[in-house]
């Protein structure tokens, strides 16, 4: 039976082509009528709502799936829109009748599915309710704390890949803003800079959170 890692390694080898987007380029807007499911081989990729004055409520990576949630509420339009957030962005598009079969072929494949889905909702529930009482750096902090893999919350230190203005645009924020408010937590002992990515000290980043 199939595992995520095993159906992407299928997916690239199964869909020679796949569609290229430019920096900000749409890939689907809210409303649009659903094509299928899509799955990002390379790129970043920024999730918006337009019910929510077009807030990202997250960035999807490469081997990830977009367009899942519409697919699983067997909707006939996208719930969120999604633009090319990086340049060089590579998407393979699944029609739902394909996207099905895989998912009955292998069940382990459908669970780990559904469990991403279900955290993805889950977390982007927990934004939108709390961004707007919550103060800028606060939202910074979470913002942080929302680009972290699940399975590395219970570490004493993670490293993750950033850009200011990936942050910026989780926070709802300037980038200037951003980048004092990196230099304040790296005096803090919260976070060290090593070229592109974070290294988070946990049990700091926890503690401010919870505050």
């Given amino acids: ?24 380029e749409v890939i689907f807007s809210e409303g649009d009528k659903i ?15 337009k019910a929510k004055n077009n807030m990202t409520v997250w960035f999807a990576k490469p081997k990830e799936f977009i367009g899942l ?12 829109s999604t633009s090319a957030f990086s340049g060089d962005v590579n998407t393979i598009l699944i029609p739902n009748k394909d996207f099905k079969k895989i998912l ?8 780990e599915i559904i469990q991403i889905l279900c955290n993805r909702i889950g977390s982007t529930r927990n934004r939108i309710s ?4 919550q103060s800028i750096k606060m939202r910074v902090l979470n913002a942080i ?29 300037s980038a ?3 980048k004092k408010l990196i230099s304040e937590f790296q005096k ?24």
Avoid: C, W
């Fill in 176 to 178: 200037q803003y951003i």
């Fill in 104 to 111: 009955d072929e292998n069940p382990i494949f459908k669970q």
């Fill in 130 to 133: 709390n961004i707007k009482s």
């Fill in 1 to 24: 039976m199939e595992t995520l890692v095993n159906i992407a390694e299928l997916l690239e080898d199964k869909y020679k082509s796949n569609s290229h987007f430019s920096a900000n």
């Fill in 69 to 80: 949630n519409s697919y699983f509420n067997e909707s006939e339009n996208y719930s969120f």
């Fill in 188 to 211: 803090k002992n919260l976070l060290q800079i090593k070229g592109n990515k974070l290294i988070i000290n946990m049990g700091e980043l926890n503690l401010l959170v919870s505050d």
């Fill in 35 to 49: 094509k299928g499911v899509y799955f990002i081989k390379d790129g970043r990729i920024k999730v918006t709502r």
């Fill in 145 to 173: 704390l929302f680009l972290i893999d699940k399975k590395d919350l219970n570490k004493a230190t993670v490293k993750i890949q950033y850009s200011i203005r990936e942050l910026s645009e989780l926070a709802g924020t």
